[in-house]
């Protein structure tokens, strides 16, 4: 849609202004077309507002409210976000899931305008019964995340105002489950350690080549992340440029997900870590053979080569590697996630260090809090250690009791 000239502009009151933009001509019935929008704030901050509103109706993105329904909405917030580069990949990619299973399916045909506190409470509802139904699993976080998903929905939908107020305001919150993390004791770390590298994966087992060097690289990333605590994301990022084997060390400077390559979402998660001798060394027989592999089909190993590749120097898939682990898991029994072997290097590291600076600045978090709030409360058989010492306190006192009295009768 063309538009034309920067708008006109209206004072509705105080912090609270009009703009009205000529689009040209309806082609059909030859009346001008205008668009309008109303914003809060300074002057200043109505004009960088209109600008974006100005990009929506020039890329077409622009709905009027009336009868707009709730589906509708959903697909215009999206292109819009994405279009304003707002939301990354991976939170479109959640929104539209979650929007697609379980919101679209049950109010999505509803106008915006009709959407009630009643009507999103009826939806929890109804949500809940059908999940439970379906999959004999607690509803409780599907519920939270509908939630989620709704209340930035309708936000955004009042902020623009194509509706008067957000009603998920008016109605109570869905608590989520509290997560468990579930870790691995050191007996079965290490267990974990040996299993990775038995025949299973050797050459005579996998005959296609590709797949054989995309299970090593799956058995290498399970290694690294559970000797450094690494992030999917950043185990997936690797290069071999980002390695010193001379300093055992490796950066982290980029994550990869399933959509894209980006720098790390915070300062404290570009970071550099200390590899233990045993990974510094699987790492350079990992390197070794990877390099023999895409020489095989004349693709040269460099600084730029992502650690984890099949052999024809594809990325390491980050579904492939998920379904990789889930298999591995099932058939050694391993009742963890990928994500949980962050969390068991986390739980070790600070039930045998004070220093939790250093965790946390292993982990890549931006304060020792979030470290202390993850972990600390996880740490295998506190409470038995604390009985511990409970015990070992009394029995001291009790002693130091004991000769007090021994001392008074021999007087």
């Known amino acids: 849609m063309k538009v034309n000239g920067n708008g006109s502009w209206r004072k509705l009151g105080k912090n609270r202004w009009e703009v009205t933009y000529s689009c040209g001509k309806d082609a059909i019935t030859g009346h001008y077309i205008k668009k309008s929008r109303t914003f809060h704030g300074t002057k200043q901050e109505a004009m960088t507002e209109a600008e ?46 979650v929007t697609k299973n379980h919101i679209k399916p049950y109010i999505g045909d509803m106008k915006l305008s009709a959407i009630s506190p009643a009507i999103i409470d009826g939806f929890y509802s109804k949500l809940a019964g059908d999940y439970e139904t379906r999959t004999g699993r607690s509803s409780q976080n599907i519920v939270a995340e509908a939630h989620k998903q709704l209340n930035t929905t309708l936000a955004c939908a009042a902020k623009t105002e194509y509706i008067l107020s957000n009603p998920c305001d008016r109605v109570d919150k869905p608590k989520k489950q509290t997560p468990v993390h579930h870790i691995l004791t050191l007996k079965e770390l290490n267990r974990l ?86 990974t510094n060394e699987r790492l350079k027989a990992h390197k070794a053979l990877q390099c023999q592999t895409l020489l095989e089909k004349g693709i040269a190993q460099t600084g730029k080569t992502y650690v984890l590749t099949n052999s024809v120097n594809e990325p390491l ?6 379904r990789w682990f889930r298999t591995f898991c099932k058939k050694y029994g391993f009742g963890i996630t990928f994500h949980e072997l962050r969390h068991t290097q986390a739980t070790h590291l600070l039930a045998n260090t004070n220093d939790t600076k250093a965790v946390s600045d292993r ?49």
């Open 52 to 97: 974006k509103f100005k990009r929506e109706l020039e890329n077409g993105m622009f709905f009027d409210t009336k009868d707009v329904t709730l589906s509708e909405y959903i697909d215009q917030l999206v292109t819009r976000k994405l279009a304003l580069k707002q939301w990354a990949l991976t939170t479109c990619d959640t929104y539209k899931r």
């Open 193 to 278: 350690f040996l299993v990775s590298e038995i025949s299973d994966y050797t050459e005579s087992q996998v005959s296609d080549t590709t797949r054989l060097m995309q299970n090593k690289s799956c058995i290498m990333a399970t290694q690294i992340a559970a000797a450094t605590g690494m992030r999917k994301e950043e185990v997936l990022g690797l290069l071999w440029e980002h390695i010193n084997f001379e300093e055992h060390t490796l950066r982290v400077e980029q994550v990869r997900n399933r959509f894209e390559v980006k720098e790390p979402k915070t300062k404290s998660s570009k970071r550099e870590i200390v590899l233990d001798a045993r």
């Open 317 to 322: 898939g980050y579904d492939n590697l998920s």
């Open 363 to 411: 982990l890549g978090h931006s304060n020792t809090a979030i470290t202390q709030r993850m972990y600390e409360q996880s740490q295998p058989d506190q409470g038995k250690k604390m009985a511990t010492l409970f015990e070992s306190l009394i029995s001291q006192e009790s002693d130091s009791e004991n000769k007090q009295v021994i001392s008074l009768k021999a007087v």
